[in-house]
């Protein structure tokens, strides 16, 4: 069972349309987290959002974090071909003392000048 | 300097082999991770593990297994390599703690032929 439902899996779309990605779980996170992962490189992280609701800005990026904080979305607004990667949400959970991301699947996008 | 690396890069070995994959941060944290990509590039969580708990991830054959000489260091050493095995391999760390940030090396592209 995957924790984290990440969609759209793939997605491609033109120079400065809107996109918005999406992170859904029936667990409660204590936080959840955002990286980009370029090809041959590992993820590098772009947000955390830890409180339910609280919404983040990155430039044109935009993050929120759903209010049970079992969700979250990234949208990029007038996306540019430098947007290009791989974008994974990663869930933050404690358990027998211990501190663990999960990670969704991902989603590849791809933006074309 | 490079916060977190693994060596080698590429690995590229017979089936039955034993192979090491070595990893150090330089950043003092306390927790490090193996993480494990497919082609499908699912990043799955391997192991955690601070100077107190090694924390597996309970798929994990027991075929793997992590090594930490000091703080600074997780190696992951795998016996008996099959076909299946053949991914790309993540050495991450972070400080312990919640909502902390994970640091990615660039990772090991491991092929079993």
């Known amino acids: 069972t995957q924790l984290l439902e990440q969609s759209p899996q793939f997605l491609s779309i033109q120079e400065g349309e809107n996109l918005t990605v999406y992170c859904n779980s029936s667990?409660?996170?204590?936080?959840l987290q955002w990286y980009r992962q370029e090809p041959g490189e590992g993820p590098v992280l772009l947000v955390t959002v830890v409180t339910g609701g609280e919404v983040k800005k990155l430039k044109r990026l935009t993050f929120q974090f759903g209010d049970a904080r079992k969700d979250s979305s990234l949208h990029i607004t007038a996306a540019q071909p430098g947007d290009t990667g791989l974008y994974l949400c990663a869930g933050a959970r404690s358990g027998a003392g211990s501190y663990q991301l999960t990670f969704g699947k991902g989603t590849k996008l791809s933006v074309i000048p | 300097d490079t916060a977190v690396s693994q060596t080698p890069k590429y690995l590229v070995t017979q089936m039955g082999n034993d192979k090491s994959i070595k990893c150090e941060q330089n950043l003092g944290h306390d927790t490090m991770y193996w993480y494990k990509q497919d082609s499908k590039k699912f990043l799955k969580i391997m192991f955690s593990?601070?100077?107190?708990?090694?924390?597996i991830n309970e798929t994990v054959p027991n075929r793997f297994s992590p090594k930490s000489p000091d703080k600074a260091h997780l190696n992951l050493h795998i016996n008996s390599l099959e076909l299946g095995d053949s991914a790309v391999y993540f050495c991450?760390?972070?400080?312990?703690?919640?909502?902390?940030?994970?640091?990615f090396g660039q990772g090991t592209r491991l092929t079993v032929v």
């Open positions: 593990y601070n100077n107190k708990e090694l924390i």
């Open positions: 991450a760390s972070s400080k312990t703690g919640m909502n902390t940030e994970a640091f």
């Open positions: 667990s409660v996170f204590s936080s």
